[in-house]
């Protein structure tokens, strides 16, 4: 009745970074219930161990190029960097975390484990090649999220941004199950390469079977794309990332877009890049649609940051334009022959916001008071002075975000520009410079207030041992991959998505 | 899909309806009324009533009703496994251990952290 | 099939046609919030019943079991959490007219996208195959099959337990 399979036959060696994690998370829940309350530095340091064991194993792993557990996890270079983003921001995270969930009274091992679970959902997402594990890997990556924002439990706008959150992202969900159904009432699978398969014959024949196609990838993009949060799905952002404890709004800016992207990415590539509208086309029916969202996103996120008062919110309107511009790359995705390059680009694009906004929220909570006030633009007046290092490191990442060369975000809007050319989207291409230049105004605006405003300048008396570490290492991410592009660049030189290229 | 199978079902919810109808309303239709305010009143043990019949109820009863959530959905997901856990060997058996092991482990868990405890 | 088996799965179909709509009116129009959990309840049985009809018993199972066992239980309690909410003295709130029309907005495309398209036809199932209990069990563990999905819902679950006690612990 059934053939067992052998353990070779699920081929678990390369599923390892995201299984071991998620076992490991086990391991952390049940330790964490001996160790003593105010010991929960302990929790912290299992956490990191399990984090660079995965994040060992994944380097190990990383081209392996196989798919493993029949079928449902593909392990390609693709998954290992989407692996290497989410392993990188929870290890930051969990720096950025040990010190500030002390001082604000909101430590609980719990923490821990739950940033492990939304970890291991990130890279289940980027393995998946069936629409059933990205939608239970989607869950994995919110559920713990959403109680990660309320975890403030004193703090009336904690609990409103985890609530907000867990509304609109329990909406989120619902449209992708019901794109997914669509989907798999039309293609008869769940599976993203039989779909691939199947596309062909669908687009030929004109059905009834296209337009449920259509629409089911269109709710998926709905649903996805209030995880990333592009317009007009952002609404949540600004007071989710503002109520949430610091660190939790920067795991999820850099995690949660990491984990929405690589399942759009790997929908848009392996599943529908032949979803034309006649055949023989070369350009996908729903780029335009998706170019059109990008355009929106990238003009209202950059446009609305410009005003606002408090660095969160300013950086969670900043991490809207950042996925407009990630969005840029999905659709470059859809001109046939320009998928991998522009995979490549928003991967890297991904990795160069990873390293550089959680450096600018660790500079944040550097300033953030123990009641959650101090975040303010205007308190970043005169830093230079009190804090030089700091100020520096502050200054770099505003510039990284704006794009300047020698940082990373230059290296990912480079490529994404690129990419963006040669799918022939030129006035996309255009308003992405543009909004870029618009975006200077509000990241340099920081700098100003650091180093030529007058002000005593905050003591940044959050900037302790453990956040410094997170601040550093963000920092060098920064640099490394803004001066030598090629080490990131080279990991996924040889790129094999499903072995579609 | 013989819809004859389900006969045995449809019987029963259908027994169970009337013979719930009958039951609360036969003492109504056949028993003599006389009805005072104090036997209308809800029975308390003999104490008198005082303030609304709803209450507010602690938000316990809402961790106990996600918590049975939770269980439920893992005894759904036992069921197809159990109707034919025979042909699946000692594979299934393992299968299914490693998923009742992750969910012991939450059980584990919420018994540590006193979530079961009503106090 | 003869006309006997299918007038009695057309009874059916209508008495649980019957379940669905008036228990979801009766949520809607019910002033008690409690009384409307229970109408609810009546009209997942209806679907349960759909279910039956659509040659799904383990999915009427369940609706049963879940949706009626579990999320029934779950709606009443979130209802008596809120003491404000059981007794209601207006029916409807001020954005009735904003909630109906998107309501209608959404039957109508669901009429003409999903509905239209296969109206009229009576057309053969698509497979021959009925997949059974069995083969759903089967499936769950098969090595190429679904045996990810199913331990990684294990994940989900024991994530939303934690979850669930984080938020709802005692402030200690």
């Not at chain 1, 090649?129 to 939608?135: A, G, P, R």
């Not at chain 1, 309107?317 to 995979?343: C, D, F, N, Q, R």
């Not at chain 2, 104090?38 to 609304?52: D, W």
């Not at chain 3, 019943?49 to 799904?56: K, Q, R, Y």
């Given at each position: ?52 064991v995965?994040?060992?194993w ?7 190029n196989?798919?493993a ?19 990188t ?19 609980q ?9 939304s ?6 997402m ?17 559920i ?44 008869g ?19 009834g ?20 949060a ?17 660190p ?53 996120g950059n446009f ?51 390293f550089?906004n ?15 006030s ?5 308190d ?28 990373a ?24 410079v543009?909004?870029s230049?618009?975006s ?19 003591p ?24 030598f ?17 | 899909?013989a ?6 079902i449809?019987?029963?919810?259908i ?105 | ?5 299918l007038?009695w799965?057309?009874l ?20 008690n ?14 679907v ?37 909410m ?28 999903v509905?239209?398209?296969i ?29 990810l ?24």
């Open positions: 009745m059934i053939d067992v399979p052998s353990i070779a036959d699920l081929n678990l060696t390369v599923t390892f970074p995201a299984v071991f994690l998620a076992l490991f998370t086990m391991v952390v829940l049940i330790v964490d219930l001996f160790i003593p309350k105010d010991r929960k530095i302990r929790t912290a340091h299992l956490t990191l161990g399990g984090l660079v995965a994040f060992v994944n380097v190990l792993v990383f081209d392996s196989q798919t557990l029949g079928g449902m996890y593909i392990a390609d270079s693709f998954s290992g960097f989407i692996n290497f983003i989410a392993l921001a929870a290890i930051i995270t969990c720096f950025l975390s040990v010190d500030y969930l002390k001082r604000t009274g909101i430590e091992g719990e923490f821990y484990s739950l940033l492990l679970f970890t291991a959902g990130v890279m289940f980027g393995a998946a090649s069936d629409l059933i594990v990205v939608f239970i890997a989607l869950e994995i990556l919110s713990p999220l959403y109680v990660m924002a309320a975890m403030r439990y004193r703090d009336a706008k904690s609990e409103e941004s985890g609530l907000k959150y867990f509304i609109l992202g329990a909406f989120a969900s619902a449209f992708f199950l019901y794109g997914a159904a669509l989907v798999y009432g039309a293609t699978t769940t599976s993203l390469p039989e779909i691939f398969a199947s596309v062909e014959g669908i687009v030929a024949t004109d059905s079977a296209r337009l449920y196609l259509v629409l089911g990838a269109a709710l998926i993009f709905v649903g996805l794309g209030f995880k990333v592009v317009v007009p799905f952002h609404m949540w952002t600004p007071d989710v990332y503002e109520g949430a404890p610091t939790v709004t920067a795991f999820m800016s850099v995690a949660a877009k990491a984990g929405g992207f690589a399942a759009l990415l790997r929908l848009m590539v392996i599943a529908l890049p032949e979803l034309t509208a006649n055949i023989g086309d070369t350009i996908a029916i729903w780029q335009t649609t998706i170019a059109i969202v990008a355009a929106a996103t990238m003009i209202l609305v940051a410009i005003v606002q008062t408090n660095v969160k919110r300013m950086l969670a309107y900043s991490s809207i334009a950042h996925a407009g511009y990630i969005l840029m790359g999905v659709a470059a995705v859809g001109t046939i022959g320009v998928a991998e390059e522009a995979t490549r680009a928003a991967l890297i694009y991904m990795l160069a916001y990873t550089t959680l450096g600018a929220f660790a500079v944040v909570m550097a300033l953030e008071k123990d009641d959650g101090g975040t303010q633009i205007a970043f007046k005169g830093l230079s002075r009190s804090r030089p290092l700091l100020a520096v490191m502050m200054a770099f990442f505003m510039l990284s975000l704006t794009g300047v060369p020698t940082t975000g230059f290296i990912g809007k480079f490529l994404l520009f690129g990419a963006a050319l040669e799918a022939g989207l030129v006035l996309l291409t255009i308003i992405g543009l909004t230049v618009v200077a105004y509000y990241y340099v605006r920081i700098i100003v207030n650091m180093y030529l405003e007058d002000g005593e300048g905050d940044a008396e959050g900037a302790t041992q453990y956040l410094n570490y997170a601040t550093y290492a963000a920092f060098a991410g920064t640099l490394i991959i803004g001066l592009p090629f080490l990131a660049v080279n990991l996924l030189d040889t790129m094999m998505i499903a072995g579609l290229f | 899909m819809l004859q199978q389900f006969a045995p449809a019987a029963l919810i027994l169970a309806v009337v013979l719930t109808f009958i039951i609360s309303n036969i003492s109504t239709i056949f028993g003599p009324s006389n009805n005072t305010s104090r036997k209308t009143a809800p029975y308390e043990s003999g104490m008198q009533p005082i303030g609304v019949g709803m209450r507010r109820m602690p938000v316990k009863f809402y961790l106990i009703g996600v918590l049975f959530i939770l269980f439920d959905i893992e005894v759904i997901f036992f069921l197809p496994w159990a109707v034919v856990f025979r042909d699946l060997g000692f594979y299934g058996l393992a299968v299914m251990g490693l998923f009742f092991f992750i969910l012991t482990i939450g059980l584990i868990y919420e018994w540590k952290k006193g979530a079961l405890e009503w106090e | 099939m003869t006309f006997n088996e007038s799965e057309a059916a179909f209508g008495a649980f046609t019957i379940l669905t709509l008036g228990g979801a009116l009766g949520v809607v129009f019910n002033r919030l409690v009384r409307g959990a229970v109408w609810l309840v009546v009209s997942l049985f209806g349960a019943g759909f279910f039956v009809l659509l040659s799904a018993p383990f999915l009427a199972a369940v609706q049963v079991l879940v949706y009626i066992g579990a999320i029934g239980i779950l709606f009443t309690f979130a209802v008596m959490l809120t003491r404000s059981t007794n209601l003295s207006e029916r409807f709130n001020k954005q009735a007219w904003l909630s109906a029309l998107a309501a209608v907005t959404l039957f109508l495309l669901i009429l003409l996208a509905i239209a398209p109206f009229g036809e009576i057309a053969a199932p698509s497979s021959e195959v009925v997949a059974t209990t069995e083969d759903l069990g089967v499936a769950l563990v098969s090595g190429d099959k679904f045996v999905p199913f331990e990684v819902a294990s994940l989900l679950l024991t994530a939303a337990m934690i979850g669930a006690i984080v938020i709802a612990r005692e402030e200690d």
